[in-house]
């Protein structure tokens, strides 16, 4: 949203225009403006203080650390008084990213409705009388938890659709994606906070007054700071993974793309398999790792022109155990570090670099294993075009029980029958240089593999092609299915 277009910026004025026909009525009713100023001060000072550095990490993106002071305001407020509670920390925070002007008057909007309609369901539903607001009545429990729990929904609710029509307008997001997943995230969160604002509503309600709804908020604030501390770790181990992945592409530039590709690939497996959603992270991190003992393999054997020696193959050849002494004491990869080590073992036993068998490879190394020599054959190198998609599954299919686990596989071809196969690419991709000198011709055995030139066609020494044992040593010690070998 740094140069808004014409549609947004129509979005953002009727949110606007619909925020001030939502406040509007509590200039002209009898509105309790000390309780709205002081949950207004409250929320300004909740939303500073998770940006003060001193204090502690700042809250993910996209995340609103004290919605139950908002809530609070749902509960305890008419609807137009209630809208009003966000407004002033919405217009007058600090924004970091420009135009800073229309993105405030979104946030003040945004938040200004979702109160309104939150409050008035609150209403609607007599949460106010349960609440005791009117007369000396206590708290009615359980009967509260209803209609405070419906006006969190609907709070919810509006967040998410109009956050979607701002994905929509302004990051010029497809339909069908713009609201994808935008409800289900937050909703358990808001009820969190919901239940929250509802203890510090009924604390406000109490005989010791609104300073004792604080108490309320230094749990959500720990809890809060730790979320934050979370995902501060997680974005630590998100770069130490890109900076690991681009030096092995600054290393070798003829597969560039090829470990996200690859990443990518696992996933759609993994999610076929049915696996949970902390092991499919883990798996794509396997996939996007799998390579990354290439950085102990020294540069010219990885950029050798022409065919390699035995001694220059073993060297290569130890990329799989480079990889996981580098990765072993990252502890979130957990299983992947396995899948690093053992992706280039084989079901027959021809892999490396220990020669196990079946069910003795780990299941995320069978799973990269084929997400691999998948790409290997459908990316396009400067020897030879891409294989296409329907050929590289054949061939997969054919080695499957010898090199390949067949679930996988099967795994693999129901995954791009669904949703196709349309890898990214990189925008500031190099051009690849023509290889130069003695090139080995498309049909070479490389044990190079897919991090620099992943052969759909393995070549054999001269006067082997016509040779089976010879073409199936040769083909063991590639990224390509064993087939390719004698091809």
Known sequence: MRSVPPWARAYIACVALGAIGCVAPALTLRTD????????????????????????????????????????????????????????????????????GPRRIWRAGQLAVACWVGATVHVGLGGRELLGIGGPAAPDFPAVLAPAGAAALVFCVVI????????????????????????????????????????????????YGPLSALLVLLPMYISCWVFAQYHRERAAHQATIRALVQAVDI????????????????????????????????????????????????????????????????????????????VRG????????????????????????????????PEFARVVAVADAFDAMTSTRSYRRARPIADALAELKRCAGRQFD??????????????????????????????????????????????????AFPEQPAGTADDPSTALANAARSDAPIGDAAR
């Open 33 to 100: 403006w000390g309780a709205v100023a002081l949950l207004a001060l409250l929320y300004a000072g909740c939303e500073q203080l998770t940006r003060c550095r001193f204090v502690g990490a700042r809250a993910p993106r996209g995340m609103a650390a004290f919605f139950p002071v908002l809530l609070a305001g749902v509960f305890l407020l008419p609807p137009a008084a209630a809208a009003l509670v966000a407004v002033p920390e919405a217009l007058l925070a600090r924004v970091e990213q420009r135009p800073s």
């Open 160 to 207: 998410a659709v109009l956050d979607g029509g701002i994905l929509l307008t302004a990051e010029r997001l497809p339909v069908r994606t713009a609201w994808r997943g935008l409800f289900v995230r937050s909703l358990a969160p808001t009820w969190v906070h919901g239940l929250a604002g509802l203890m510090m509503a009924v604390l406000w309600r109490s005989p």
């Open 251 to 326: 290393k070798d530039g003829y597969t560039r793309g090829h470990s996200e590709r690859v990443g990518k690939a696992s996933v759609l497996i993994a999610h076929e398999l049915g696996m949970a959603d902390e092991r499919v992270e883990v798996l794509r991190f396997a996939g996007i790792l799998h390579d990354v003992g290439k950085l102990g393999v020294p540069t010219r054997l990885l950029r050798k022109d022409g065919p390699l020696t035995p001694e220059e193959r073993r060297i290569i050849e130890l990329h799989p155990e480079y990889g996981h002494e580098m």
């Open 330 to 361: 990252i502890g979130f990869l957990g299983e992947a570090r396995a899948a690093i080590l053992h992706h280039h073992e084989r079901l027959d036993g021809s892999g490396y670099p220990y020669g196990l068998t079946g069910r003795q490879i």
């Open 406 to 455: 067949p679930q996988m596989v099967r795994a693999l071809a129901r995954a791009l029958d669904r949703h196709g196969w349309h890898p990214s690419v990189t925008a500031d991709e190099p051009e690849v240089p023509a290889p130069r000198g003695n090139v080995p011709p498309p049909g070479s055995s490389d044990p190079r593999g897919a991090a620099s030139a992943p052969r």
